[in-house]
Nanobody, 118 residues
Framework: VQLQASGGGLVQAGGSLKLSCAASGRTFSTDIMGWFRQAPGKERETVATIGWTGGSIYYADSVKGRFTVSKDNAQSTVYLQMNSLKPDDTAVYYC????????????WGQGTQVTVSS
């Protein structure tokens, strides 16, 4: 499974960005897609998840009400709409796919930088 994340950039506080994660390969071997982020000096944080069937929706408390995760099964693509961005949202954002056998996020995209200026 290959994952290609895109959509990051520089935005002012209060602005919006939409990240995309295009999956290819043996996507049928995955069940849940996740968005994660890691800021300098901080541990990686789970931001949101969504299952290919539409369930397993999760949001970190820090993004609830501001971020929305969605998917397009036909395009094998997962999105993360980020609104009301804050400087604390600055991080490298990664998408990942959970393997249905190992039940772990086994496949990772390359990461896309999101920078929110104050």
């Amino acid at each position: 499974v290959q994952l290609q994340a895109s959509g990051g950039g520089l935005v002012q506080a209060g602005g919006s960005l939409k990240l995309s994660c295009a999956a290819s390969g043996r996507t049928f071997s995955t069940d849940i897609m996740g968005w994660f982020r890691q800021a300098p000096g901080k541990e990686r944080e789970t931001v949101a998840t969504i299952g290919w069937t539409g369930g397993s929706i999760y949001y970190a408390d820090s993004v609830k009400g501001r971020f929305t995760v969605s998917k397009d099964n036909a395009q094998s693509t997962v999105y993360l709409q980020m609104n009301s961005l804050k400087p604390d949202d600055t991080a490298v954002y990664y998408c990942a796919a959970r393997d249905i056998v190992t039940i772990e996020f086994k496949y990772w995209g390359q990461g896309t930088q999101v920078t929110v200026s104050s």
